[in-house]
């Protein structure tokens, strides 16, 4: 049974008092703050999720080959969204403050790591590279230049016009991988744009990743 | 290890004099700082209210408990919550 004195509350690891508020016991729980041993919040779930982040395999791996700060903030959000993904509301705020902060640039970044495809994006180069920092900058370049590198196809694009868009891309900046991606109702226009592009370019071949509900083709340029 | 305690239930009276304590203030909304001006999130610029904010240990960082500044705050400071 949880205490219901928010001094005693926190002393005993219970992150929320419900009742016994007054003034004496919030210059207590000051007292506690100053000493670093509590921290006030609105809503603890927020924080815990965080730090879930912060202990997964996938955060482990991106940050062993990415030093970027704002990258890593993005990979975060990323890893959010997808735990938010039942919580509508809660996603689209952060969709919207992930806007506000880093443009749809890195709206793009963090949905792309939503979505999962980060490992297979890294298992993808990891065949194709043998020297450890070629791979960091490789990785980090990826995601500098995500609006180059990767499209996500939605149900309501135009085929035509987001293939033209992709090989556009490719022959200006010659990307080492480039992503086409779509999930659920999408994943039939993402094979025909993806069919489109690699008729019209060369020197790429294509791999496939699917599941369920998503299909993930990399291009990748052939190595001379 | 640094225990969580939620403000959810704290009256907003009591959320007051909790910001007093730490050097701040509020207007009933918004939490002020010592000249009496919004304070703003660190990593999003938006004014913070004391509906949603988080105040957090080192040097009485507060901000508005949202994941992207909570994010922001574990990347800047590591994991010291």
Known sequence: MSSKDPVESASKGVTEAILEWSEEKVKQLVRKFRDRKIAFVHDPETIEIAKEQRQTSEWELFQMYVEDQ????????????????????????LRLR?????????????????????????????VRTRKPDELKSEITDFFKNIEVTNSYIQKTDNVEKEAAAIVARVQSHSPRTYII??????TNKCKQVKNIVMRRITGYTEELYRTEIKEVYFLNKVEK | MTELISLKSMPDNLKIILLKELGYNSDGIFVLDKNG???????????????????????????DNNPLSISSFLEEFGDVI
């Open chain 1, 70 to 93: 704002r990258l890593h903030i993005l990979f975060q959000m990323g890893l959010t969204l997808r735990q938010l993904e039942k919580k509508e509301k809660e996603r689209n705020d």
């Open chain 2, 37 to 63: 001006d919004k304070c703003l999130d660190r990593y999003t610029d938006e004014p913070i209210k004391i509906s949603n904010m988080a105040i957090l240990p080192g040097s009485t960082i507060i901000l």
């Open chain 1, 98 to 126: 992930i806007i506000k902060k880093y443009g749809t640039e890195g709206l793009h970044i963090a949905q792309f790591i939503q979505n999962g495809f980060f490992p297979k994006y890294l298992g993808n180069l990891l």
């Open chain 1, 181 to 186: 991606s779509g999930s659920r109702s999408a």
